[in-house]
């Protein structure tokens, strides 16, 4: 397997049964006037340019494996939808197919279904594991499919999966690898072992749990805020840095304060999409990368521009065999004492670094803060386990920003995940605003 293969196999295996969290459902609408074999043509031209669609994955003695088919057969159900329903039909389908794990040793990564009205194929509905494809190459695969929807031929990749993993095998790719495992070792030296304290996780066996319900124990809120969106940018601009970078630093900055941590060590989710061969690639290659940064800043400012540098230092070095990385961390873990664990995440899955369509603003406190008034909180899930205890992620609208925060109620009790997320809002108004920002972020316990 490449590396990035590996890295989401180890959490597939993990999840066991609840594997399916990592599958990724989608929709691609069919041009008036095919007929169901032109769409099936398209779905098995698309089959015959991408490798990662026709993979089977096992463990074998010799570790992780891939095996990519020259030719075969895919199931391809029809569903028949009431007049103007198809959309939502279809929605309902790729959610069905994706509420389901995959069976990877028997079949390929990539499901689909078509969705007709009164006999016409209106929708496609399409799942993908992400051991197969990570959210960039699904852009990649849906672009591709809506050409030859359209009857067009795109340029086929040039750069396979197998490719990659003989690259990363050898060569120039394996001495990118060494490199990063050697900053992770140097890295893992100086960093605190852990975010929260060890007292707080595990809950001790035989005391009383802070959980309720095991099967709510993690827990994951989306904030809605036009009026973060405005801050970031406005930040942004005044540092000379993406939005990503601001929402990345908000996050350091608030994880560090809620801990009482000094430094904020994080986990990002790397894209390694750094040249065109690879940004064609579909494949999962997302991995890890080891970002920490003091926080102990007078500003909230000073924190975003020490967030660039941080950060594209922690993304440089995130390629790697994820295997020989858990040694280093197994290391690092038995130098610890055992306290080591990292699992606090950040991730920005947005394609588009600045929203598009943000309300009007002067920018004065007065109006930002009127602009939180439009601000919403929602409960996206409940799981039983994840492999993480505080993961902050950012989606695109166009005039909004979308910031969702998963933890562990073990650790942060489920009320305390909103107020985080508005002193996350909070944090980035009142600094946008030139006001002082960080002394209005809170502390567990008060």
Not at 58 to 80: F, Y
Not at 209 to 228: C, G, K, Y
Request: net charge negative; proline share 7%.
């Amino acid at each position: 397997m490449t590396w990035g293969q590996r890295a989401i196999w180890k959490s597939i295996q993990w999840l066991d049964e609840g594997a399916h969290y990592y599958n990724i459902p989608r929709v691609v609408s069919a041009p008036p006037g095919l007929t169901r074999h032109q769409i099936e043509d398209a779905l098995g031209r698309l089959l015959s340019r991408h490798e990662a669609l026709r993979t089977r994955f096992e463990q074998t003695g010799q570790g992780p494996v891939q095996h990519v088919s020259a030719s075969g057969e895919l199931a391809v159900p029809v569903h028949e939808a009431p007049p103007g329903e198809g959309a939502t039909v279809a929605d309902e389908v790729s959610r069905a197919l994706a509420a389901e794990p995959f069976r990877h040793r028997e079949e390929w990564p990539f499901r689909c279904a078509v969705v007709t009205e009164q006999g016409e194929p209106v929708q496609v509905a399409l799942v993908f594991s992400h051991l197969g494809v990570d959210f960039w190459g699904v852009q990649q695969v849906e672009q591709d499919l809506r050409d030859l929807l359209a009857g067009q031929d795109p340029e086929p990749p040039a750069w396979q999966p197998l490719d990659q993993a003989g690259f990363e095998t050898e060569g120039p790719g394996a001495a990118r690898g060494a490199a990063s495992v050697d900053y992770w070792r140097r890295s893992l030296a100086g960093l605190p072992p852990t975010m929260f304290p060890a007292t707080r996780f595990p809950p001790v066996a035989g005391e009383a749990s802070p959980v309720t319900d095991a099967a709510e124990r993690f827990v994951r809120l989306r904030m809605d805020s036009p009026a973060t969106a405005v801050a970031a940018s406005a930040l942004a601009d005044r540092c000379g840095v993406s939005t990503g970078t601001v929402l990345l630093a908000g996050t350091a900055a608030l994880l560090g304060a809620y801990t009482g941590n000094s430094t904020a060590v994080l986990q990002l989710i790397a894209v390694n999409r750094h040249d065109e061969r690879s940004r064609r690639l579909v494949a999962a290659m997302t991995a890890n990368a080891l970002f920490s940064l003091d926080v102990a800043r007078p500003t909230f400012e000073e924190v975003i521009r020490a967030t660039f540098l941080a950060g594209m230092n922690a993304y440089r070095f995130a390629q790697y065999d994820p295997l020989v990385v858990d040694g280093v961390i197994d290391a690092a873990r038995e130098a610890s004492g055992g306290a080591l664990r990292l699992a606090s995440f950040f991730n920005d899955v947005r394609l588009h670094d600045r929203w598009e369509r943000l309300p009007a603003t002067d920018g004065s406190a007065e109006q930002l803060r009127a602009l939180t008034e439009k601000t919403e909180v929602s409960l996206i899930g409940t799981w039983e386990r994840q492999d993480a205890d505080f993961f902050v992620h950012t989606t695109y609208e166009p005039d909004t920003c979308l910031l969702y925060l998963m933890a562990d109620t073990a650790l942060i009790p489920r009320p305390e995940i909103e107020r985080l997320l508005r002193a996350f809002e909070r944090l980035l108004v009142e600094s946008a605003a030139g006001l002082p920002g960080l002394d209005t972020l809170p502390v567990a316990g008060s």
